[in-house]
């Protein structure tokens, strides 16, 4: 059974940073395309950004461009967000996913979910 635990979220002021992990069990991270999301209450899942299963290519959404980077280390199954330059509009729960084809924005992609951490940017 796979399972993605996420943490590091927390309550932050603007222009801060989080680290975020998500720890994947049950399947070897290096079979498994790794995305981030987020939800902010009143609105639908947002795509933040996706990692190939090698770590080369990334893709970030124009929002958080810049000030987020993603990366993962298969020998350890963990996958990490890097927040930096938080702003309030960043407020939301941050899921991580595991998806066992190429990826995409789109969360209907994805296999796996993680439970979400909250991450709150006070202004």
């Known amino acids: 059974q796979v399972q993605l635990v996420e943490s590091g979220g927390g309550l932050v002021q603007a222009g801060g940073s989080l680290r975020l992990s998500c720890a994947v069990s049950?399947?070897?991270?290096?079979?498994?395309?790794m995305g981030w999301f987020r939800q902010a209450p009143g609105k639908e899942r947002e795509f933040v950004v996706v990692?190939?299963?090698?770590?080369?290519?990334?893709f970030y959404a124009d929002s958080v461009k810049g000030r987020f980077t993603i990366s993962r280390d298969n020998a350890k199954n963990t996958v990490y967000l890097q927040m930096n330059s938080l702003k309030p509009e960043d407020t939301a729960v941050y899921y991580c996913?595991?998806?066992?084809?190429?990826?995409?924005?789109?969360?209907?992609?994805?296999?796996?979910w993680g439970q979400g951490t909250q991450v709150t940017v006070s202004s």
């Open positions: 990692i190939n299963r090698n770590g080369i290519s990334t």
């Open positions: 996913a595991a998806d066992l084809g190429d990826g995409s924005t789109w969360y209907g992609d994805y296999d796996y």
């Open positions: 049950g399947r070897s991270l290096s079979t498994c395309t």
